[in-house]
């Protein structure tokens, strides 16, 4: 269950435009429960989301679908791990346009250093609250125009 919070999570207006396309994201995570709970608080942040439980099978949805903006991918993972994911997309010249945030249950300072050196744009620590994640949505800019 998703813990209620008075934090607003709605996208900042686009000046006026109406129906104006959703920004989506992508939710890597081979936990079901923290995808879902995830996709719950982007949505209600005005994203469209697909989800993968693993790094090789959202690689496979990055390339297949050029139109993600946000990347949120979890560390530990089978077949191919947060890390790997995160440098594989730094290193595709099509996807590098996009923000990845990495939530993890990993928090030493040496991991966190190792997943922003890899390219990783922020990085938020399990468990976490609708908040934090508000937050790390701002510092991401997810939503601002090119």
């Not at 079901?32 to 995830?38: D, E, N, S, V, Y």
Request: charged share 25%; with cysteine; net charge negative.
């Amino acid at each position: 269950m998703i813990p209620h919070s008075p934090i607003n999570l709605e996208p900042p207006s686009c000046d006026g435009e109406a129906g104006s396309a959703r920004p989506l994201a992508l939710v890597v995570d081979d936990s079901r429960t923290t995808r879902r709970i995830l996709t719950r608080l982007l949505d209600a942040a005005g994203f469209l989301v697909a989800e993968a439980g693993d790094g090789q099978e959202a690689l496979d949805l990055l390339r297949e679908e050029r139109g993600y903006s946000l990347l949120v991918a979890d560390w530990i993972m089978p077949h191919l791990d947060g890390l790997g994911l995160v440098a594989e997309v730094r290193r595709s010249p099509e996807l590098d346009h996009l923000r990845i945030l990495m939530v993890t249950v990993e928090c030493s300072r040496q991991q966190i250093a190792r997943a922003l050196e890899a390219g990783a744009d922020e990085y938020l620590m399990k468990p976490f609250g609708p908040g934090e994640l508000a937050s790390k949505l701002a510092l991401l800019e997810v939503w601002r125009k090119s």
